[in-house]
């Protein structure tokens, strides 16, 4: 079979895919169950698109869900969860094409959660919105585009704002494990500080 003929072939199978997994996401959220568990549910296949190595395809669903689904519906409160999704997937994809356009839309996304954090703090909500998992993915795109200084001030404002961020470094580490000694760093300089209120 001609190359071009197998590339047109792959892309009708990943069409097909998308639009059933899409079906399938549709039907999650329009469940009559609470706004945050159709979320979670409806990010369960992008998540394991990404998961084995689909971040082309997580990220289409992803996009379906966040342009095309949340905002009409209850769930647009928890957009922030699917923008930190795409904002893995474009680090993903930064990663595996080697674009470094990917790098800067992860920032832009994650920078959205940020803005959605302070609107929620303005308005008392308990939830954050950002938390440690983003900072440290926003982190990697700023070293990914080699931008140390932001890197280095994302992973220490998360060390701050994040009591078990201790805890949390082999899991960060295991995702992106050029960041371990960056992560170990700001851990070391926010434990004065956290010395400091007690």
Not at 151 to 174: G, V
Request: glycine content about 4%; aromatic content about 8%.
């Amino acid at each position: 079979m001609p190359s071009g003929s197998s590339d047109a072939q792959a892309r009708d199978d990943i069409d097909e895919q998308y639009d059933r997994l899409r079906r399938m996401a549709d039907g999650w959220l329009s469940e009559n169950v609470d706004p945050f568990v159709k979320v979670r549910a409806a990010l369960m296949a992008p998540r394991s698109l990404l998961f084995v190595g689909q971040a082309e395809l997580a990220l289409r669903l992803l996009r379906h869900l966040a342009e095309d689904m949340l905002p009409a519906t209850p769930n647009y409160d928890h957009l922030y969860i699917v923008l930190a999704n795409m904002a893995y997937c474009h680090n993903a994809l930064g990663d595996q094409t080697g674009d470094e356009e990917h790098y800067r839309e992860a920032i832009k996304l994650i920078q959205r959660i940020r803005r959605i954090q302070r609107a929620r703090e303005e308005a008392e909500k308990s939830d954050r919105a950002y938390d440690s998992w983003h900072a440290v993915d926003l982190a990697y795109a700023y070293m990914r585009l080699g931008d140390d200084d932001r890197m280095e001030r994302a992973l220490h404002e998360a060390a701050e704002f994040t009591p078990d961020f201790e805890d949390l470094i082999p899991w960060f580490t295991k995702l992106h494990p050029e960041l371990e000694g960056a992560l170990q760093a700001a851990l070391a300089e926010a434990r004065p500080k956290r010395d400091d209120d007690l």
